[in-house]
């Protein structure tokens, strides 16, 4: 569930207007192109400097995440949705990938409001996708492919069919009544009608209170009616929550990823958020959501978690959806220099900038480098709630260049990486055509402004056979993509050139190489607006890295100063490369980089 568009915990109210704008932008400024292939990538030391490392850190460190929609990942059993069997049998396909550990989208009892995000038992799996065998195995197989699991934990709110829901809503004596928030009307208009307790919106349109005509009050939902939030303040709630958390722990998790973790606790007094003095994509009039978001509480609740979570051996991982507004917001969410809450909170300030600008990305990589006590980024730039980052930033002309770019900031940087299915291989936006055909509820209220995140959320294209090699279904539960005859995995496995073996070298490079895995990372040229520049410093003798990309439809010619980063040495090898014209790159000097170019280069 709360995952919504472009920034989910300030989804839906201030952003839902900027991603009505980025869908306009990308639908009909810009019509999808046809997949292009690249020029061929050249790894000539990738895989030969493979080098064994030592233990650097825990896990999570280095981590590559892969984000599974299980709705839409392989389904199993032929009934048009993805499940858990359909993961386990993909694994081989998820180890030659590269990645450390999967994030599975909610797979818990639901009635699916917001497919899975409206939970209504945390301590089992949704027949839809299997059984709770089945998730035992698949953390089992798993492990034999080097990959942990990551459930996604929705502590914000539940089902309106949850049991702890259902006692609480049948009295205002129930032992649960305080569970929930529950407050009076503020009053009543002239007809009868019930004035909620203040101007609170839900993030997926209109009020964020909910009436109930047999006790007489409203129940507060930050997003769907049929979400409604958990008090934690009572710390009744903190305590089943945290059984909760334990119960997925003993079944052998990894972690958690932490689903509106920013919205755990509202303000007491109930104050009106201020007005923007906009309309929202919903149709409301945009708040502040000040008193609804991001409150000093929830960082207690973090620290109480992070000691519980630690209590595990293993080095099991907490990762929040923390769509924050600065880097220092962002600090907070680690603990800062105590390093005591979460060990990945989201770094969103990267990933979402959706425009082609090297200045800010420099500032915005540079930050999270040096302003976060020593902490380690996540960095991210898709997941199931956004556009798919090949349509954000693409300019419908160099689009699969444009991706090698991304690709390269996501994998080289000094940070742990989350990728999302499909972004691998270039699977592209498709919103829903009428609606009719959405499925999202935030789709089917906000259209045709905003058409929901069905786009995104599409199943994954194996092959260019039937339904993608996703289902044997007549129908699968969003529409197989017309893409998928060009855009698949079977296709671009071995095709050189392919944004998926793109994906594949790098993160090859990056398993193996001691300077890309924790060597510090340094700006260099930092005055020119069009090339990104940065060094990964020496580490353990092993020689510094130079990565250069082209952030431009036009050719830069641009000398490399290594040396500003205290690197001695100006002859280079060339490690990876989409530009056949640098594969025998040998100095810093005078590179010209091909437009959207990607380059990465040893010191010698």
């Known amino acids: 569930m709360t995952d919504n568009m472009c920034m989910r915990t300030h989804s839906l109210k201030g952003l839902a207007a900027v991603l009505a704008a980025v869908f306009t932008l990308i639908f009909f400024s810009n019509p999808l192109p046809a997949f292009a292939l690249g020029p061929q990538s050249t790894a000539p030391s990738a895989q030969a400097d493979a080098t064994p490392h030592p233990s650097d850190g825990p896990w999570w460190k280095h981590a590559v995440v892969y984000e599974i929609y299980p709705r839409s990942f392989q389904d199993s059993n032929g009934d048009g949705t993805g499940d858990l069997n359909g993961i386990t049998d993909r694994l081989g396909y998820l180890e030659s990938l590269g990645v450390d550990a999967i994030w599975i989208a909610p797979c818990y009892p639901s009635p699916q409001a917001d497919f899975g995000y409206d939970i209504s038992n945390y301590e089992a799996i949704d027949p839809q996708y299997g059984t709770m065998a089945d998730f035992e195995n698949l953390v089992a197989q798993a492990k034999k492919h080097n990959i942990r699991i990551i459930m996604d934990m929705v502590m914000n709110h539940t089902s309106d069919q949850h049991p702890w829901f259902k006692e609480s809503e049948s009295s205002r004596t129930n032992p649960k009544r305080d569970w929930y928030i529950w407050r009076d009307p503020k009053g009543y208009t002239a007809d009868g009608k019930p004035i909620p307790p203040n101007n609170w919106i839900s993030a997926f349109g209109g009020s964020a209170w909910q009436w109930d005509p047999k006790t007489k009050q409203f129940y507060y939902h930050e997003f769907l009616v049929q979400q409604p939030d958990l008090n934690w303040r009572n710390p009744d709630v903190e305590k089943a929550m945290f059984d909760v958390v334990r119960f997925w722990l003993d079944k052998g998790v990894a972690g958690f990823r932490l689903d509106a973790i920013t919205n755990l606790f509202e303000d007491p007094k109930l104050r009106n958020e201020p007005y923007t003095g906009k309309i929202d994509a919903m149709g409301d009039r945009e708040v502040k959501d000040i008193y609804t978001n991001n409150l000093p509480e929830v960082h207690v609740v973090m620290r109480k978690l992070r000691a519980l979570v630690d209590s595990y051996p293993g080095d099991r991982v907490l990762i929040g959806e923390t769509y924050l507004p600065s880097v220092q917001d962002l600090d907070n969410w680690y603990g800062g220099a105590a390093h005591n809450q979460l060990q990945l909170p989201m770094d969103m300030q990267v990933g ?37 980052s090949w349509d954000r930033y693409g300019d419908g002309v160099h689009n699969a260049s444009i991706a090698r770019v ?80 060009t855009v698949n995995v079977q296709s671009e496995e071995n095709r050189p050139g ?14 193996n190489d001691p300077t890309m895995r924790d060597g510090d990372q340094v700006m260099i040229n930092t005055s020119n607006p069009s090339v990104l520049a940065y060094v990964r410093k020496s580490v353990d003798g092993h020689p510094a890295i130079v990565v250069a990309l082209n952030f431009t439809a036009s050719p830069q010619t641009i000398s490399l100063d290594a040396a500003s980063a205290g690197v001695t040495g100006t002859n280079v090898s060339t490690v990876l490369t989409d530009a056949p014209s640098l594969e025998r790159t040998g100095s810093l000097s005078n590179i010209t980089l091909p437009p959207f170019a990607s380059w990465i280069g040893r010191v010698q």
Do not use: C
């Open 498 to 511: 392919s944004l998926l073996r793109w994906y594949k070298d790098l993160i090859t490079l990056r398993a």
């Open 352 to 388: 979402f900038i959706n425009k082609m600008d090297a200045s800010l990305f420099r500032t915005r990589i540079n930050q999270a480098e040096t302003e976060i006590n020593g902490n380690r980024p996540l960095f991210v730039f898709d997941n199931h709630d956004n556009p798919r």
């Open 406 to 485: 991304i690709a390269s900031v996501l994998l080289t940087s000094n940070s742990a990486a989350m990728m999302y299915d499909g972004q691998e291989i270039g699977m592209v936006t498709t919103p829903p055509r009428t609606k009719a055909e959405v499925r999202d509820p935030a789709g089917i209220r906000g259209w045709p402004k905003y058409k929901g995140r069905d786009g995104e959320r599409t199943p994954m294209q194996w092959s260019d056979t039937t339904d993608a090699g996703f289902s044997t279904a007549a129908k699968t539960w969003l529409p197989i993509p017309p893409s998928y005859r």
